[in-house]
RNA sequence: GGGGGUGUAGCUCAAUUGGUUAGAGCGCCAGCCUGUCACGCUGGAGGUUGCGAGUUCGAGUCUCGUCACUCUCGCCA
């Protein structure tokens, strides 16, 4: 018999009645009734049932034994009597009579109930997260995390894609997020950085004559965090094509992306091809790169409609050169006034100075607004919106920059508010038609996105367009308001890479210096490429349909970027910095800190 | 760095307008119980209300400061 199990927590059945086995796991809950003890004994794959009978030599310290230890038991499957059957588990035709036992790992009193599903304070959680991970919903979620990569490998694979890896250990790229640094021990004041992506490896691989190459890449990157953003790194599916268009890329991740979440999920999926919308009409309409098409609630531009109308506060937004949008919704000019209420007290927590609405409710208008409005105005907004009788109108007006702002706000909002949005399906869109370069905040040229992507209009674009009007062949692919990448078909012409440089003032030997790799790569013969990465974390929370990316990472960091079980980032050895040729130059409020906290230890003896 | 939220027993939460000894469930400890499966029953221990000031006859509650966590803006080519 083997030393610790004959099987599995989860695998016994009728089928194995009067079987001698051996099972060990986690004891999830002991119920002492005085005589007989059943324990239910946990692990990675299921439950089973321990019976304790008074007549064993070890049944006298059960009760002492607590929650979470582990425990090996040898006995004998038998039936459960049929009112004693649990259908609510899968062994729960079965229990095993104990013969022997063995503590295997004892555990002290828990900080919070692994059994149980309650809410826990998130620092307790981090800081025992071995118990937490032994939770059930957190522990599917990883399981699930496993079997999405093992998937995506295969359909992977299956598209003729190679796995490969790249370096940790790089260098720094100039632009972008914060890098992390390595110190260099050989080249004293020299540093690595990790990648914030294999953006630039993955493009020499496809110089380097690999035709498809992809990755389950991790990505490190300095920056704060937000609930679906988790601190300092990440894993992307690294992706690139050689020979490749956009259409090309956007097939092959559908056909994943597709199959990944028709697997992994009951929610419906948008059949392939998915929607492809151009940049400027999701910002015209939804107000964001990023649209939720579940919510079905739309932007319409109302400015000309403002223009010279008795209503003063827009129509001098109108007259400085600012927007009037309208959202139309349909069927809710019914709801209470406290509803129209709260929702101007939204868009003012949004940063608007108001938000204007007309209600046709039974026949006649209930608005603040209508009455500067003609008849003329109101029937052509009327029809502007599609609406008439028991909808509602509602406005935002403002310089175009924060009128788009708002109304992405205050459409999420009523699309919550309205029950709009279907929990129950997967939406996807391709965004398409980035801009190249828009303004920076001082009026200057930058790249809007990549500054490897392809114009579209290529050599002939960059010399004579206007740089705002220039297009990339750079998109994103979004599901349900998340956006799980971006991507680009690549420049690989040097001569227009120096050129969309030059554009957004850079001279080639800034190309040369920031990017010397792929300046090299493509003087000598680069194939047409393209690519895309992404990220598995948020499919993974989109698949579990999880809001905090924290819920599908094993150890992950908490929103400062300190791991709490491994106590990560730690101060180091002095001679650790000495190899490193590092000094530290603390701030001097950190200083003050560390000095606080040792005083009691270094500054008295006894 | 800015804004919002939260902080009360080991955990999750409650505590009327500022008013008696700060409560409950789970967990923990002790006892009872031979068919439960969130077992049940009885009893018990457990609190610097994050921390520090202030207002007040009186502060978990109000004010200020501070710390921690979280959401968010900035940031994320």
Redesign the pocket.
């Known amino acids: 018999m083997h030393r610790y199990r004959t099987h599995t927590c989860g695998e016994l059945r009728k089928e194995n009645i009067d079987e001698a086995v051996r099972i060990s796991g986690w004891v999830h ?1 002991v ?6 003890i ?1 324990i ?1 004994l946990r692990d990675h794959y299921g439950l089973t ?1 321990i ?1 304790i ?2 007549s064993q030599p070890f049944h006298k310290g059960v ?2 034994w ?2 979470e230890s582990t425990i090996c038991f040898t006995g004998k499957v038998v039936a ?2 049929p ?4 259908p ?2 899968a062994t ?1 035709e079965i ?1 095993i009579v104990a013969e022997e036992m063995e503590m295997l790992g004892e555990a002290k ?5 692994v059994a ?1 599903e ?7 959680r981090l800081e025992y997260r071995f118990l937490d991970l032994r939770r059930e919903s957190l522990h599917n979620n990883i399981i699930l995390r496993s079997k999405v990569i093992a998937r995506i490998r295969e359909l992977m694979v299956a598209e003729g894609f190679m796995e490969m890896q790249t370096p940790i250990l790089t260098s720094s ?1 100039p ?4 890098d992390y640094l390595v110190p260099s021990r050989v080249h004293p004041g020299k540093f690595y950085a990790l990648p ?2 294999p ?2 490896f993955k493009q020499l691989l496809m110089t380097s004559g690999f035709d498809r190459y992809f990755q389950i890449a991790p990505c490190f ?1 300095d ?7 988790s601190p300092g790194e990440f894993y992307q599916l690294d992706m690139e094509m050689a020979f490749a268009t956009q259409d090309d890329v956007f097939e092959v991740n559908e056909h994943v992306l597709h199959k990944i979440f028709t697997e992994f999920s009951d929610k419906q999926v948008d059949d392939i091809p998915f929607k492809r919308l151009p940049f400027k009409e999701v910002m015209e309409k939804y107000g964001t790169d990023k649209p939720d098409l579940r919510n079905p609630l739309i932007m319409q531009d109302a400015t000309e409609l403002f223009r010279d109308c008795d209503f003063k506060a827009f129509a001098g937004v109108v007259d400085s050169g600012g927007v009037v949008k309208t959202i139309a919704a349909k069927g809710c000019a019914g709801k209470s006034r406290k509803f129209f209420d709260d929702m101007v007290k939204f868009a003012q927590s949004v940063g608007s100075k108001g938000l204007g609405y007309l209600r046709w409710n039974d026949g006649e208008i209930q608005s603040p607004i209508a009455k500067f409005l003609s008849e003329e105005t109101l029937g052509q907004l009327k029809e502007l919106g599609g609406v008439g009788d028991g909808d509602v109108m509602f406005f935002i007006a403002d310089k175009l920059k924060p009128t788009t702002e708002i109304g992405a706000a205050v459409r999420d909002e009523l699309g919550k508010r309205l029950g709009l949005i279907d929990p129950d399906v997967f939406k996807f869109c391709w965004i398409v038609d980035f801009p190249m370069y828009e303004l920076d905040d001082d009026g200057k040229v930058e ?1 809007s ?4 992507s392809m114009p579209q209009g290529g050599m002939d674009d960059l010399l004579n367009k206007d740089p705002l009007e220039i297009l990339a062949f750079q998109y994103d692919i979004v599901c349900n308001g998340t956006e799980l990448s971006s991507g680009a078909v690549r420049n690989h012409n040097p001569e227009l890479m120096i050129k969309a440089f030059g554009i957004a003032g850079y001279d080639e030997s800034v190309v040369e210096t920031k990017f010397p790799a792929l300046h090299r790569a493509f003087q000598y013969g680069a194939p047409p490429h393209a690519g895309i990465a992404p990220g598995i974390d948020r499919i993974i929370m989109l698949l579990a349909d999880e809001p ?1 990316i ?1 819920e599908v990472i094993s150890f992950p960091m ?3 970027a ?1 791991d709490l079980l491994m106590n990560a980032p730690g101060h180091v050895e002095h001679h650790q910095l000495r190899d490193l040729h590092l000094k530290v130059h603390l701030p001097k409020k950190v200083e003050k800190e560390i000095e606080d906290q040792s005083e009691p230890e270094g500054g008295t003896t006894d």
């Open positions: 809950s119920r002492d009734h005085g005589g007989i059943f239910d049932q019976v009978d008074p009760e002492h607590r929650a459960r009597i009112e004693a059957v649990n609510k588990l729960g229990e009193v828990l900080p919070f109930q149980k309650e809410e826990c304070n998130e620092t307790l790229s632009e972008g997020a914060r914030q992506a953006q630039q990157r920056e704060d965090a937000r609930a679906d953003r790249f996105h990549n500054p490897f905090n924290r908490n929103q400062k300190q």
